[in-house]
Each structure stands twice: as C-alpha cells, then as structure tokens.
Nanobody
Framework: QVQLVESGGGLVQAGGSLRLSCAASGRTFSNLNMGWFRQAPGKEREFVAAISRSGRTSNYADSVKGRFTISRANAKNTVDLQMFSLKFEDAAVYYC???????????????????WGQGTQVTVSS
C-alpha cells in the first residue's frame, strides 16, 4: 500500500504561481515513479507531469511545458509540482499518483499508475 497526501492547493490569480507537494508513505519512495494529474469539472482526468524514480527522467503535458516543473526529494519522500504563469484553464483538482513499475519511467497514462492521492484544489481567479 502507498499513501499519498497532496498539499499546497488554493486560490491564485491568473499569471501567479503555486507549488503543490505530495507526501508518500508505505513503500520505499525511491522505488516509485511519480506523476501529477488534474481533473476539472465536467472533464476527464488528464496527465500533467511525471518523474522517474531517480528523478533523471521527466515528462510534461504540452499544455504545461515551460510553465510547470516536477521535482522530487527522495530523502523526504516528496514530489512537488511548481506551477508558474497559471492560466484559468489550469484550475482543477490536482492528484498525485504512484507507479510501482520496476522500470524507471515517467508515464503519462492514467492506467499506468497504481495509487492515487485524494487531490488538492487549484483555483485560478482574474
């Protein structure tokens, strides 16, 4: 079992920044590939960013490239999502996810993740 707890969501003005964090427990964190997804009202959950176990490989959705940065601190069992230049369309519930694959990878598919957090709300205002 892996427990994932997101934090850092909130209300931010368009153009502003926000940093999300996800704390993991239950498994050796350095063995987990990690990802961030988001889901806006009425829309399907979508991939945002992912990072491999060592942090050497990262992957981003086209919509966030150049604005969001995923990072991890294996010593702290955390993975962060730094978001800059936030847009109205970035508003969503953001979910942290863990991939138990033995391969070091940064997958974008929802089905490739085994555990999910409860999510944290990001609201973007004018």
């Amino acid at each position: 079992q892996v427990q994932l707890v997101e934090s850092g969501g909130g209300l931010v003005q368009a153009g502003g920044s926000l940093r999300l964090s996800c704390a993991a427990s239950g498994r050796t964190f350095s063995n987990l590939n990690m990802g961030w997804f988001r889901q806006a009202p009425g829309k399907e959950r979508e991939f945002v960013a992912a990072i491999s176990r060592s942090g050497r490989t990262s992957n981003y959705a086209d919509s966030v490239k150049g604005r969001f940065t995923i990072s991890r601190a294996n010593a702290k069992n955390t993975v962060d999502l730094q978001m800059f230049s936030l847009k109205f369309e970035d508003a969503a519930v953001y979910y942290c996810a863990a991939d138990l694959s033995s391969l070091p990878r940064a997958p974008s598919g929802i089905d490739e993740y085994d555990y999910w957090g409860q999510g944290t709300q990001v609201t973007v205002s004018s």
